[in-house]
């Protein structure tokens, strides 16, 4: 297993997995351009349509819905109450009130809402607060997102 998949222990939860397998990097957060209304808030994961999206780590899903430009989103609620974003989908594959692992399926790749291409978009809202930047967060958990899976 690659650096980039493998399931890291830490202080806060058992485990973390990236969203997808194969993808690349193709919005980060802080990027400026005309495809947002502002800063981008997000980690954008493209990669096929129809691409398993996975549970980054356990939680309870407090969200699955159409969102406006985050299309169809889930939100999985972290136990510490981090909310981590998954947006774009073309389909979930899971309900509001399910407990998911880390790796769990909840979804698959799209580009519903405000997308110009198929990805899987990622916020990390600790507290449920204000976004901060998900490759920080993810690297904090021992994830090595990078420009393309290995």
């Known amino acids: ?54 549970a980054i780590a356990a939680g309870a899903i407090t969200a699955a819905s159409y969102d406006d430009s985050y299309g169809n989103k889930t939100v999985l609620s972290l136990d510490d109450g981090t909310d981590l974003w998954f947006c774009h989908q073309t389909r979930f594959a899971v309900s509001v009130g399910e407990r998911v692992e880390a790796g769990e399926l909840i979804g698959f790749v799209g ?24 490759h920080v967060w993810l690297t904090e958990q021992g994830l090595l997102p990078g420009s393309t899976s290995a």
Do not use: C, K, M
């Not at 297993?1 to 194969?22: I, K, M, N, Y």
């Open 111 to 134: 580009r519903t809402g405000n997308a110009t291409g198929y990805h899987v978009h990622i916020e990390i809202h600790p507290g449920g607060g204000d976004p901060v930047d998900p």
């Open 1 to 54: 297993r690659s650096a980039q998949t493998a399931l890291a222990p830490t202080p806060h939860h058992a485990s973390f997995r990236l969203p997808v397998g194969d993808y690349r990097l193709t919005g980060r957060f802080g990027d400026v351009s005309g495809l947002w209304r502002r800063e981008h808030t997000g980690l954008d994961f493209a990669a096929p349509s129809g691409t398993p999206i996975h």
